[in-house]
Every structure is written in structure tokens, then in C-alpha cells.
């Protein structure tokens, strides 16, 4: 069984902070990792994933994700955030064996400015 | 334009009332998911269709049923609400090859009274 784990529910940052999200799994095979956004009353939109390669993977808006095997993690960061990046991030995890996606609880990153 | 579009994006029930929810997306994407999503309990899946009449229950299907009788849509039937069906129910599709990317509709706020 597939599990994500983000182990912060709230995050609150000033405007041109650094942030890290925090994101840990659990499957023995292959995985696809990915992140989400959330605007506050919209659908969840794709910012980035990973499946092999380079682990750090870059995604839009200056958004990045480092993936380590040795920790079961795939945190993401941002050097420096903008008050339009305040929203709930999800973090989801897939099987290669299947198309059933696990999403984390979500994490409401708040951007003082 | 990669696009997953929600109707009705609000709507009001009384309870023991049928609901349909419709989904389209104009990708040719195989794969199809309704989910709905709870403060605090973050997304859940409810149904996933792999293609055309091909659907498997997710986590929670009790009290639901779908049905995909084209690519591009997928309909979420509600027989006979509960109160506790109200939820914001999102529609997601996905190219399989594509991995872990989802793209969403922006929701169905579904209030049962």
C-alpha cells in the first residue's frame, strides 16, 4: 500500500522567504512523485514530478523538488515566494503497476507580505 | 486548450434527491477520476475509469456510481442523496504515459439538505 505523509498542515512565510514543503512516502516499487497546487476555490493544478533521473526536478514558478530514496521524501521549495503563492499543496504519489494516485492531506502555505 | 470542465459547479439537494454531475475533457485522456474533497480529509477517490464502460471502484464508492460511455465524459450519480454527500466533488483525467500528471476540473460544490 502507498502512503504520503506531509507532516505540515500550515505553513506561514513572509513574502521573499524561502520555504520547504515537506513530503514522505511509503511503496516498495517505482513511483511517480508529484506536487499539486490549490488556489483556494479551484481545482488542483500539476507544478511538477518525478520518475527517474535527476532527482531535483524543476517545476513553474521558480518551484523545485528534490527526491531522496534514502529519506522516502520528495520535499519542495521555493527560494524566494510571492504572496500569490499562497494556497494548499499536495504532494501524490503513484504505483508503476497501476493508475491509482495517493495524495497527501495537503499543506496551506500563507504568504505574509 | 487541455481542458477538464465541472458542471454544474454548484448545486443544491434535498436529500433522497438524485444528482448528476457531469465531467468533459477534451484531451482524449484514458483514464478519468472522481474524487471529493473534506476539510481535513483531503482528497478521496471515489471512482476511476480506465476507458469507455471500464470503471473500478476507489475508496469510498458506497452511495455513488459513474458511467463512461465516451472518452471524454464521465458522469458521477448520485441515487437518492445523503446529507453527508456534501462535498466539493473534483473530476481529474490523465494520459497514462504521462505518469503522475492529473489535470482537474475546478469542482462541483454539492450541498444535500
Not at chain 2, 472522481?34 to 470503471?55: A, E, K, M, T
Not at chain 2, 442523496?81 to 475546478?106: D, H, I, M
Request: one cysteine or more; charged letters at 20%.
Amino acid at each position: 500500500t502507498q502512503t504520503v505523509s506531509q507532516s505540515d498542515a500550515h505553513v506561514t512565510v513572509f513574502e521573499g522567504d524561502s520555504v520547504e514543503l515537506r513530503c514522505n512516502y511509503s511503496y516498495g516499487g517505482s513511483i511517480y512523485l508529484s506536487w499539486y497546487i490549490q488556489h483556494h476555490g479551484h481545482g488542483l493544478q500539476f507544478l511538477l514530478k518525478y520518475y527517474s533521473g535527476n532527482p531535483v526536478v524543476q517545476g513553474v514558478n521558480g518551484f523545485e523538488a528534490e527526491f531522496s530514496k534514502s529519506d522516502s521524501s520528495f520535499h519542495l521549495r521555493k527560494a524566494s515566494v510571492h504572496w500569490s503563492d499562497s494556497a494548499v499543496y499536495f504532494c501524490a504519489v503513484r504505483g508503476n503497476s497501476n493508475n491509482r494516485i495517493f495524495f497527501g492531506d495537503g499543506t496551506q502555505l500563507v504568504v505574509k507580505p | 486548450d487541455m481542458k477538464v470542465t465541472q458542471m454544474p459547479r454548484y448545486l443544491i439537494k434535498r436529500m433522497g434527491e438524485n444528482v448528476l454531475l457531469e465531467c468533459g475533457q477534451d484531451m482524449s485522456h484514458e483514464t478519468m477520476y472522481w474524487y471529493r474533497q473534506d476539510p481535513g480529509l483531503g482528497l478521496q477517490l471515489i471512482y476511476i475509469s480506465y476507458d469507455v464502460d471500464s470503471n473500478s471502484e476507489g475508496d469510498i464508492p458506497k452511495g455513488y456510481r459513474v458511467s463512461r460511455k465516451k472518452r471524454e465524459h464521465f458522469s458521477l450519480i448520485l441515487d437518492s442523496a445523503k446529507t453527508n454527500q456534501t462535498s466539493v466533488y473534483f473530476c481529474a483525467s490523465s494520459y497514462e504515459r504521462s505518469g503522475n500528471t492529473l489535470y482537474f476540473g475546478e469542482g462541483s460544490r454539492l450541498i444535500v439538505v
